[in-house]
């Protein structure tokens, strides 16, 4: 069964203090991993796609990578308006996007 | 650009009612889906369509109902509401099923059963 594990829960910072939020998961051959940010009261909102093990995507202050094993969401110096839940998801080899498995997210706070 | 629009955004139930929540797309994206949210959780998916006249059933499809008449809309009827159904529901689209994969999703339906 496929599996997807976020880390931390939960993620306080100061505003330009980098770090970074670790999405692990068990998938029976990786087509694809997602990240999500999901804003209060809004609907997910497509940030990246990776396929293939050690590749990496930027935008702004986000870069994302994948291993084998996990994948991490680096924030670069953030600011408040970073503020928001982070989704990771993957998708199955063989499957589309019927079967997607979202983990709970990581809820990070930028502390002004 | 209106993307994926749901409505309504917040809906009070009573045990046993049944009701409608609404999503378009202006994309002309083959593959609609619904999900729904419950608190501090992932994405759960109900029922998905990959083209007009096609609907299947994801991970949680019980007590919902799913019909594609058109390439825009893809309703989703909940039958008797139960308190279990109480959640977030979001509906999303994208190009294909097997495309590069970016799905959008529409604002949600906040859907409380009493």
């Known amino acids: 069964e496929d599996q997807v594990t976020q880390s931390p829960e939960a993620l306080r910072l100061q505003e330009g203090e980098s770090s970074s939020l670790n999405c692990s998961y068990t998938v029976s051959g990786l087509r694809g991993l997602f990240w999500y940010r999901q804003d209060p009261g809004k609907g997910p909102e497509f940030l990246f796609t990776?396929?293939?093990a050690g590749e990496e995507k930027e935008k702004e202050r986000l870069k994302a990578t994948l291993t084998k094993k996990e994948s991490f969401l680096h924030i670069t110096a953030p600011k408040p308006e970073d503020s928001a839940t982070y989704l990771c998801a993957v998708q199955a080899a063989n499957f589309g996007n019927e079967k997607l498995t979202f983990g709970t997210g990581t809820r990070l706070t930028i502390i002004p | 650009n209106a993307g994926v629009t749901q409505t309504p955004k917040f809906q009070v139930l009573k045990t046993g009612q049944s009701m409608t929540l609404q999503c378009a797309q202006d994309?002309?994206?083959?593959?609609m889906s619904w999900y729904r949210q419950d608190p501090g959780m992932g994405l759960w998916l109900i029922h998905y369509?990959?083209?007009?006249?096609?609907?299947d059933q994801g991970e949680v499809p019980n007590g919902y109902n799913v019909s594609r008449s058109t390439t825009e809309d893809f309703p989703l009827r909940l039958l008797s509401a139960a308190p279990s159904q109480t959640s977030v529901y979001f509906c999303?689209?994208?190009?294909?099923?097997?495309?590069?994969?970016?799905?959008?999703f529409g604002e949600g339906s906040w859907l409380t059963v009493v």
């Open positions: 990776l396929y293939s």
């Open positions: 369509s990959v083209g007009a006249g096609i609907t």
């Open positions: 999303a689209s994208s190009v294909g099923q097997f495309s590069g994969n970016t799905i959008y």
């Open positions: 994309m002309n994206h083959e593959y």
